[in-house]
């Protein structure tokens, strides 16, 4: 899916895609990042286990690895206030899921998952709607993996439709 450029207006930036808008506020004077400008500055790994990392084969990843495991709040935390954005990979996320979004709200955080799990997704933002929305976090699911079959399959069949059984139009997405 292509969210596109950034929009430029003033000091703020504004993200557009996947029906997601936010602003980014840059303090006065400081110099903005031009518009394709790749907003990772550092990256990092988590794991839930040291051993787990090391027993890995090949060679280690020239990037930090931390320890982070959905069933430690803290290490959550520690995670998430080091972070922009945390992309979430371990499920079952009805399980461990709610645990790193809720750390990347309380952070102000963004997390994105690869979750296709109905019940998870309506509790999460049922759940953490209003802390993301204070803390300026986004929590974002389906961001792949089980929404991907989906979202080619609506695209495919979307291309097949004929007047006048095709829709008069779909918000944020071209067809």
């Known amino acids: 899916v292509d969210a596109g450029e950034p929009e430029r207006r003033g000091?703020?930036?504004?993200?557009?895609?996947?029906g997601l808008h936010r602003q980014v506020r840059h303090p006065r004077g400081?110099?903005?990042?031009?518009?394709?400008a790749s907003p990772l500055r550092s990256l990092a790994l988590a794991d839930r286990s040291w051993d787990r990392v090391a027993a890995a084969p090949g060679p280690a990843p020239d990037v930090p690895i931390?320890?982070?495991d959905a069933s430690d709040p803290a290490s959550?935390?520690?995670?998430a206030a080091r972070a922009r954005v945390l992309l979430s990979c371990a499920g079952p996320f009805r399980l461990h899921g709610r645990q790193v979004a809720a750390a990347c709200a309380e952070a102000?955080?963004?997390?994105?998952?690869?979750s296709g799990e109905p019940e998870f997704m309506e509790r999460v933002e049922a759940d953490l709607h209003e802390v993301a929305a204070k803390n300026g976090s986004l929590i974002v699911s389906a961001c792949g993996f089980d929404s991907i079959p989906a979202e080619l399959g609506f695209l495919?069949?979307?291309?097949?439709?004929?007047?006048p059984s095709a829709p008069l139009g779909l918000a944020g997405?071209?067809?």
């Open 11 to 18: 000091g703020r930036r504004h993200l557009r895609g996947l």
């Open 108 to 114: 102000g955080a963004d997390c994105l998952d690869i």
């Open 156 to 163: 495919f069949n979307s291309r097949q439709w004929t007047p």
């Open 76 to 79: 959550l935390a520690a995670v």
């Open 173 to 175: 997405v071209n067809c």
């Open 30 to 36: 400081a110099q903005v990042p031009p518009p394709n």
């Open 66 to 68: 931390l320890v982070a």
